[in-house]
């Protein structure tokens, strides 16, 4: 029953570590490439640094309620799961155990034949737990996937409108960025889009 429990957290982090979003911004690049005076180079060169932002993916996969709600869903599926191939096996086991208490007055082909029986319900037992197992996996998959599609989505078009160049991830627990200004932590105000996004979807799907 361990492979019927859910890594959903841990699966959360790697799509945001994943997560490298680059938006160029067209009009700065332009400011750029027109402007000779050294005052406006400098100028470009500060916004330049103040284009690349990053978000903490330890705080997204945390506070982005839509993956709560994922992370809920999956897990009372895990559960429903496990509880069935629980109460199956114990019958097995009752099963079982009175065929031990009987097999002394049976013949040899009704032992047999019991055996065969009990061997087919084991396989059959173990076959549900793969079965189970793997839907588990596949709809993990298929909602971390959505997840990431949807922080990406938002990301890009965030990128586009505040003008950051490049959207980089940050993670105490995988670190791809030794050191991050908290100056450049974009993580709240991420957060609280993507959050009224998925909560305005909620509500219209209801309707």
């Known amino acids: 029953m361990n492979k019927l429990t859910t890594t959903l957290s841990t699966a959360a ?22 402007s000779n005076d050294s005052t406006s180079t400098s100028v470009s060169t500060d916004n330049k640094v ?8 330890d705080s997204l996969s ?18 429903k799961a496990q509880n069935d191939l629980q109460s199956k096996g114990q019958a097995f086991q009752r099963e079982v155990a009175e065929a031990e208490q009987k097999v002394a007055t049976m013949s040899a082909s009704e032992r047999q034949a019991v055996q065969e029986r009990l061997a087919r319900k084991q396989q059959e037992l173990a076959q549900l737990n793969q079965n189970a197992s793997n839907s588990l996996a596949q709809d993990e998959n298929t909602e971390i996937n959505a ?3 949807t922080i990406s989505d938002y ?3 965030h990128a586009e409108e505040k003008g950051y160049q490049y959207v980089l991830t940050y993670s105490k627990t995988n670190p791809s960025v030794i050191y991050a200004d908290s100056k450049l932590d ?3 105000e991420v957060v609280e889009g993507l959050n009224k996004e998925y909560t305005n979807k909620k509500a219209s799907d209801k309707k």
């Open 13 to 34: 982090v790697g799509l945001s570590l994943a997560l490298v979003i680059t938006s160029c911004n067209n009009e700065v690049k332009k400011t750029d490439a027109t």
């Open 50 to 57: 103040e284009k690349i932002v990053y978000v903490n993916s």
């Open 62 to 79: 945390e506070k982005f309620v839509y993956f709560k709600d994922i992370r809920d869903r999956l897990e009372a599926k895990a559960k």
């Open 147 to 149: 997840v990431y599609t």
């Open 155 to 157: 990301l890009k078009k």
């Open 186 to 188: 974009i993580t709240k």
